[in-house]
């Protein structure tokens, strides 16, 4: 189990030094690299990475929060050396000097301070505003020539002033007592002392937009080698009472709805914004200013028609305009959140939600620290129509990241990054436009969210015995229903698993490389379909298989799940009418493309090869990536009309509904499909292989020419999966894993071992990676070799009471008391038909 403290100090960036910006960062280094360590001590960094846990930090304008998660069991540890930088001094000028990386280390912290956007974004404020306080000259004199006396004054000064413990919170998060974890926090940062000085006061600029400058309301043309964006920024005012109510944020929320009718569902129809995109709208206030910032990526057609892209962006927030603020859909989206946290697994949080907490701490009641995340319960329109009219074309602050702009077109470098750039006026003609263009016929609100429920009792406990392990509650030539009672928790939530067989893919290859991409239709029209279940706290997951089917799994509340996977089916029905030209011959070209970057790649490119010597039935990467190139519109159009005429779907329902409602739902589900069963002798059962005794040697050459990676994977088969068997191979392997580590990790770059169950049938992988100039493959091959005959002598000296320690480290490592692990778990059998559930 893991712990995670994360610790809030109220200073950010507006109160950086201006001889020294980016000293916060520069503090986390010293402070996680423990500097008044003794030299066999390892640092904070490396003790909490050893008990498999991460630090960073966090700076914002106003606040500082230094945040870790580590094992549980080793939290004390971690807390008492984290707390100690607190409560001691600073470490001594010598000790700061002694250290090698010390300038590289500080030359880091002016970077982190500000990505390209940061630096140029802040560059357009008013100069002398807290938010614009530090030339670009300056820095780069900095990062040439520090003053190690100075910088070494100015830590201690501000580390004194501001890190005092009434400008602190603090906030954990284990699975131990409330007790001990108070103790833990009492011995570790009782002693932080307090200053009692104020943090630095900045009310004069509180009455000024910082960004109300023509250097702001430009559009930029920024060179980015990894990210094709368009970001669009409006600032606003800072709303002082934002802790009492944060209605302004249904604004952001309404913009990057994904569902029908919304801003990014017509980009993506388009084909200028692709599926699986960056696209975010989010609003951030300080006590100086707010900002509200929408992020868009884009599609390279999506670049070339961008005047398009940006006209549908203000004819969709023309459309919250005219509209105003509707109450039902604030409160529809508020119901959601509330359903949302009333069953969220803190247990599976991540670090950031115990940031967020220890920020929270200095704005709202402590009753609200966790909820306040969300929309408020007081419904304020007046706020929203107030946020509203800041986003106006003429405010607008415009930026396009690109690595295809022409070079002669970017005719400035920001000096700091190097980056090269070029700003322009925005068109008048374009603002002109923007001011009263019309909201796009595809344009429309959310409508009302029909996957809500009202149900949220906790479900009453039965009587009836249940089951340990699924059971087959039905079966016929169509489908087959397995079914797992668990009111552990007595919660409303439930689970369903669908594998989705068809005979297409057995008859050609042409069918496999069109089911693959009537899957990504799929997903493209769930993506939209049920983004109003997802905001209600579904979750689903289509995954396609190495055998050329998909499965899907949806879980959410039980009262609303059977109209989940209804909206499902009806997808799978009507997905033929979705197809156009375009989304076509874009899922075509991405298609081809992630054929062509799987072959390109040495370790995807072995796994498929092994698939292809094992499978009687592999269609391998290669192989589609040359039949794909044929495949026409028509093609397409009929395997997705004719993939649902028989198909064989096997389905596992888990959670807490009845078996009468679990079959209903189900044979529902199968009745909007409307399929028949699979032709005779087509349901058959996937076979592997036995590879004969003795070694049988398969090589392929790197299809990137320039690829210098070698990579040797030798597969060991066992025999049929059985418990004892699975048992037997899966302690080897963790013995082996530690020993591999020493004999094979260190020497190459990558060595691995993997247990693999390939359709029930048990057994081993050893894979290495090397560079191709330092290894031949047959060198590879032999030291594997060399390394299993060394195991084998290491496993026959094992001695009792070494094997009693791997055996008890086994049982710890596969006991869960997981119920999302033991669902995973039950689904493998099933699809791997194993069966083997205990």
């Not at 801003?263 to 129809?269: F, M």
């Not at 089911?515 to 979750?539: D, N, S, V």
Request: glycine share 2%; charged share 25%.
């Amino acid at each position: 189990k893991q712990a995670s403290c994360s610790l809030c100090v109220n200073v950010g960036n507006f109160c950086d030094p201006p001889e020294f910006p980016g000293i916060s960062y520069f503090l986390h280094y010293i402070l996680f690299q423990d500097l008044k360590k003794s030299p066999e001590q390892c640092t904070l960094d490396k003790y909490i990475e050893n008990h498999k846990g991460i630090n960073d930090i966090s700076v914002d304008n106003e606040h500082t929060i230094f945040f870790f998660d580590i094992e549980e069991n080793s939290l004390f540890v971690a807390l008492k050396r984290f707390g100690d930088f607190f409560v001691e001094p600073i470490i001594s000028k010598q000790v700061l000097m002694e250290q090698h990386d010390v300038q590289t280390e500080f030359q880091r912290s002016l970077g982190k301070r500000q990505n390209i956007f940061d630096h140029l974004f802040s560059s357009f404020a008013q100069t002398g505003h807290p938010a614009n306080k530090f030339s670009v000259d300056h820095l780069i004199k900095l990062h040439d020539h520090v003053d190690y006396d100075k910088l070494y004054n100015m830590l201690v000064k501000f580390k004194n002033r501001h890190y005092s413990a009434h400008r602190m919170k603090l906030a954990i998060q284990s699975g131990l007592s409330l007790d001990v974890m108070e103790k833990f926090v009492t011995s570790c940062f009782a002693n932080v002392s307090n200053n009692g000085i104020p943090p630095d006061n900045f009310s004069k600029f509180k009455n000024d937009l910082p960004f109300n400058t023509p250097a702001f309301r430009k559009m930029y043309k920024i060179k980015h080698d990894e990210e094709l964006l368009v970001q669009l920024t409006w600032a606003l005012p800072s709303f002082s009472d934002f802790s009492k109510c944060n209605s302004y944020q249904y604004i952001s929320k309404i913009i990057r709805y994904e569902g029908e009718g919304s801003l990014i569902s017509y980009l993506r129809q388009k084909i200028w914004s692709p599926l699986d995109n960056i696209f975010n709208c989010m609003s951030q206030q300080n006590s100086l200013y707010g900002l509200m910032q929408l992020t868009i990526e884009l599609t390279s057609e999506g670049l070339k028609h961008l005047e398009d892209v940006l006209d549908a962006i203000f004819s969709f927030i023309n459309l919250l305009k005219r509209a105003g603020p509707q109450k039902e859909i604030y409160n529809d989206i508020y119901e959601c959140q509330q359903n949302n946290f009333r069953y969220v697994n803190y247990d599976k949080e991540d670090i950031s939600e115990v940031e967020l907490f220890c920020k929270n701490m200095y704005f709202y009641w402590s009753k609200d620290y966790i909820t306040v995340n969300q929309l408020d319960s007081d419904y304020n329109a007046k706020v929203i129509q107030q946020c509203l009219n800041y986003l106006t074309p003429e405010m607008a602050n415009i930026m396009i990241f690109s690595k295809d702009f022409n070079d002669f077109e970017l005719k400035k470098i920001e000096p700091w990054w190097q980056t090269a750039y070029t700003d322009i006026e925005i068109p008048k003609v374009w603002i002109k436009r923007w001011k009263v263009i019309e909201p796009l016929p595809e344009f429309f609100l959310p409508s009302p969210n029909i996957f809500l429920t009202k149900n949220l009792c906790l479900m009453q406990i039965s009587n009836e015995q249940i089951e340990k392990y699924p059971i087959k509650l039905y079966c016929n030539s169509v489908s087959e229903i397995w079914y797992h009672r668990n009111p552990k928790f007595r919660l409303p939530k439930c689970s369903m698993h669908f594998y989705f067989i068809s005979h297409l893919n057995y008859q050609s290859l042409k069918n496999g490389v069109l089911i693959r991409m009537y899957y990504e239709l799929l997903k493209q029209l769930l993506t939209e379909k049920l983004y109003p279940a997802e905001l209600t706290g579904f979750k689903y997951e289509i995954q396609f298989l190495w055998n050329g089917f998909f499965t899907l799994e949806i879980s959410g509340l039980t009262e609303t799940l059977p109209l989940v996977a209804d909206t499902f089916a009806q997808s799978m029905v009507n997905c033929t009418s979705f197809i156009t030209k375009d989304i076509f011959e874009n899922i075509k070209i991405q298609q081809i493309q992630r054929f062509y970057q799987d072959v390109s790649e040495p370790k995807i490119l072995i796994n498929d090869m092994t698939y292809s010597i094992l499978k009687l039935d592999h269609h391998s990467q290669i192989d589609m990536y040359n039949t794909i190139q044929n495949i026409t519109l028509k093609d397409f159009q009929d395997c997705a009309k004719f993939f649902t005429e028989h198909l064989y779907i096997k389905c596992l329902v888990q959670g807490n509904m009845t078996q009468s409602a679990a079959i209903n739902t189900v044979q529902q589900f199968i009745k909007t499909i409307n399929c028949g069963p699979l032709p005779p002798n087509m349901k058959q059962q996937f076979r592997i292989i036995q590879i004969p005794l003795g070694i049988s040697y398969y090589k392929v050459k790197n299809i990137n020419k320039l690829d210098e990676i070698s990579v040797i994977k030798n597969y060991y088969q066992a025999g049929v999966n059985t418990n004892e068997l699975s048992a037997i191979i899966c302690l080897i392997s963790d013995i082996m894993r530690d020993k591999l580590h020493e004999e094979l990790a260190d020497k190459f770059e990558h060595a691995t071992v993997n247990v693999v169950n390939y359709y029930g049938i048990l057994g081993y992988s050893i894979t290495v990676c090397t560079q191709a100039h330092k290894y031949r493959t047959e060198y590879v091959d032999k030291m594997i070799d060399k390394f299993l005959r060394l195991f084998k002598n290491d496993l026959e000296k094992l001695t009792e009471e070494k094997l009693d320690v791997y055996k008890e480290k086994f049982r710890k490592s596969r006991s869960h008391d997981d119920i999302k692990f033991e669902e995973r778990e039950n689904w493998h059998q099933i699809l791997d038909h194993t069966y083997i559930f205990d």
